[in-house]
């Protein structure tokens, strides 16, 4: 028994010992480690902030996780200027992480604009001075113990103890990182990866709200659930392009795309079937277009947007919005070139009834927030036509519009905190009558906000939509413009019966009450305000940086 043994044990070492002699050796992985230190800063203040819930006292979470989440991202943005400066936006651009990321112009501005994106939504996160001083402390949005039954005597002790759920901060700092990752991304696995890296932390936080934790808890899980579709129909896509070209690399399948690639008894067979690039394409960019929040993939945008706490929406409007396009615009002009003649006019028709339903839509709506959200899904559709471009003039419209929206958005949602109620915030459209008089300064930085959304001029969002629509007609899309410039007039009823309503119209007598705001919240509707009338008055210095900053790497 012992020699049989042993002679089984020389034939597995012998065979290994061959193998080996065979094999080459697995090759070292090379990380640009300097390259991807803005998204490692970011992960490593999410690390750091879990282990300050893990062992700091209680009492002290709330200053360090704001101090961490503040420093973390002020210094990512800082090693994204410095990559900037180095050259890696234009001529040193490259694929870092053995092919994963890219490292190129409208990755570094897109990071940048999530990072301060996220930066000032941390202000409106931290906020603790709107709500009323329960049982001698300060609350925020969230709720005191996200895993109590809302209602519940767990919940209630929860609150009388003074609990805050201070999870909040690195959940946000795991979804910048994977929103990072996301626009950036050369291969269809790690765009996966990333969707999910940022996806599941926004699906918590939806469910935290204070107040109305029912519908809260039910928005997060509409967002799971359609999330969790669109996330199975982008992978089985990632699968059938994998099975046409062999690879999940970007430059890789646009290679196969194009005919460039070398062609192998096992690609010929596969090259030869269309359906598998057509149809996988179409299902990857479908993953994309739920992210976006473009018809008809919109559904949960109103439910989500209105039930989410309202930090939590504005950042999700501002900064998945950026992330999804620029994962867009990635995959068509750098995967799917060659099949522009192909998708082209499918986006026109998404982004037609994008535009047409995000705007009549919102005319009916009666609740600020989903009136924000259907005001969201135009603005894709408005953000579209700059897609369908192909063009650099196209890209760097793109990429200015989403900076401009960004911060619109951010201070929009911002002052929607403000107007509260004995139930919290008063979103209800008919309790905003009359604010302009009960507070002048509050009523008019909402109206240069809805100024900004509606398009007139001397605010960003003019500015945004003459750039997209300019580069749109300059590529033969002249119907597309007619249409969008419809729909910006549609939109901009809504946008004004609402300055109507806070100006010209009495107040209740029992109306809402405007809270004063803590610095961070001020802050952030600074920045809004500064950033909208900036890119309105002098938008050339950005455009020219987003102009620098459209080319692509492959």
């Known amino acids: 028994m012992s020699a049989t043994a042993a002679a089984v044990h020389s034939l597995w070492t012998t065979r290994a010992l061959a193998d080996t002699a065979a094999t080459p050796a697995i090759p070292t992985p090379h990380i640009e480690y300097a390259q991807l230190s803005p998204v490692l800063i970011v992960f490593g203040a999410a690390v750091l902030g879990v282990l300050i819930e893990a062992f700091a006292p209680r009492a002290a979470r709330y200053a360090c996780q704001l101090a961490v989440s503040v420093v973390g991202l002020a210094a990512a943005f800082a090693a994204l200027v410095a990559l900037a400066a180095d050259g890696y936006a234009q001529g040193r651009s490259h694929v870092a992480a053995m092919g994963a990321v890219a490292v190129d112009g409208p990755a570094l501005f897109l990071q940048g604009t999530i990072v301060l994106i996220a930066l000032v939504a941390t202000f409106t996160f931290a906020e603790r001075r709107l709500d009323p001083v329960a049982h001698g402390n300060r609350v925020d949005s969230f709720a005191a113990q996200g895993s109590a039954v809302p209602g519940g005597e767990q919940e209630q002790r929860a609150v009388r103890a003074g609990f805050t759920t201070t999870e909040v901060f690195p959940l946000l700092l795991f979804a910048v990182a994977?929103?990072?990752?996301?626009?950036?991304?050369?291969?269809?696995?790690?765009?996966?990866?990333?969707?999910?890296?940022?996806?599941?932390?926004?699906?918590?936080?939806?469910?935290?709200?204070?107040?109305?934790?029912?519908?809260?808890?039910?928005?997060?899980?509409?967002?799971?659930?359609?999330?969790?579709?669109?996330?199975?129909?982008?992978?089985?896509?990632?699968?059938?392009?994998?099975?046409?070209?062999?690879?999940?690399?970007?430059?890789?399948?646009?290679?196969?795309?194009?005919?460039?690639?070398?062609?192998?008894?096992?690609?010929?067979?596969?090259?030869?079937?269309?359906?598998?690039?057509?149809?996988?394409?179409?299902?990857?960019?479908?993953?994309?277009?739920?992210?976006?929040?473009?018809?008809?993939?919109?559904?949960?945008?109103?439910?989500?947007?209105?039930?989410?706490?309202?930090?939590?929406?504005?950042?999700?409007?501002?900064?998945?919005?950026?992330?999804?396009?620029?994962?867009?615009?990635?995959?068509?002009?750098?995967?799917?070139?060659?099949?522009?003649?192909?998708?082209?006019?499918?986006?026109?028709?998404?982004?037609?009834?994008?535009?047409?339903?995000?705007?009549?839509?919102?005319?009916?709506?009666?609740?600020?927030?989903?009136?924000?959200?259907?005001?969201?899904?135009?603005?894709?559709?408005?953000?579209?036509?700059?897609?369908?471009?192909?063009?650099?003039?196209?890209?760097?419209?793109?990429?200015?519009?989403?900076?401009?929206?960004?911060?619109?958005?951010?201070?929009?949602?911002?002052?929607?905190?403000?107007?509260?109620?004995?139930?919290?915030?008063?979103?209800?459209?008919?309790?905003?009558?009359?604010?302009?008089?009960?507070?002048?300064?509050?009523?008019?930085?909402?109206?240069?906000?809805?100024?900004?959304?509606?398009?007139?001029?001397?605010?960003?969002?003019?500015?945004?939509?003459?750039?997209?629509?300019?580069?749109?007609?300059?590529?033969?899309?002249?119907?597309?413009?007619?249409?969008?410039?419809?729909?910006?007039?549609?939109?901009?009823?809504?946008?004004?019966?609402?300055?109507?309503m806070m100006f010209f119209q009495e107040p209740q007598p029992q109306g809402p009450t405007v809270a004063i705001p803590s610095p961070l919240t001020s802050t952030a509707i600074a920045l809004g305000v500064a950033v909208t009338l900036v890119l309105g008055v002098a938008p050339q210095y950005f455009l020219d940086l987003a102009g620098k900053a459209g080319v692509f790497v492959r």
């Open 178 to 500: 994977g929103m990072m990752i996301f626009p950036a991304a050369n291969d269809l696995l790690t765009l996966f990866v990333s969707l999910e890296v940022f996806s599941l932390p926004l699906y918590l936080l939806c469910a935290l709200a204070r107040r109305r934790r029912l519908m809260s808890q039910e928005a997060s899980v509409k967002y799971f659930l359609l999330g969790a579709f669109s996330s199975a129909i982008l992978l089985f896509g990632v699968a059938l392009l994998y099975g046409y070209a062999g690879t999940v690399s970007y430059g890789g399948i646009a290679d196969v795309v194009d005919g460039t690639a070398k062609l192998t008894p096992a690609l010929a067979n596969t090259t030869g079937n269309d359906a598998l690039l057509l149809i996988g394409g179409a299902m990857v960019v479908m993953g994309l277009l739920f992210k976006v929040a473009a018809v008809p993939f919109h559904m949960w945008t109103p439910d989500v947007y209105q039930g989410a706490p309202t930090p939590v929406t504005g950042f999700m409007a501002a900064a998945v919005k950026v992330a999804a396009f620029g994962a867009l615009l990635r995959l068509l002009y750098v995967v799917l070139p060659g099949m522009r003649w192909d998708w082209r006019p499918v986006m026109w028709g998404v982004a037609i009834v994008t535009m047409v339903v995000g705007a009549i839509i919102a005319v009916t709506q009666t609740d600020v927030k989903r009136l924000l959200a259907y005001s969201s899904i135009a603005h894709a559709g408005f953000l579209l036509t700059g897609v369908i471009a192909v063009s650099p003039s196209g890209v760097s419209s793109v990429l200015f519009y989403l900076v401009a929206y960004s911060f619109v958005t951010l201070g929009g949602f911002a002052v929607v905190t403000l107007v509260r109620d004995a139930g919290g915030e008063a979103t209800h459209l008919s309790k905003w009558a009359g604010l302009g008089r009960r507070s002048p300064l509050l009523a008019a930085v909402f109206a240069v906000f809805l100024l900004s959304f509606a398009g007139i001029p001397l605010t960003a969002g003019f500015s945004g939509k003459f750039a997209v629509f300019k580069a749109a007609a300059q590529a033969g899309a002249v119907p597309l413009v007619v249409i969008g410039v419809i729909s910006s007039a549609i939109a901009a009823f809504f946008y004004i019966r609402v300055i109507v």
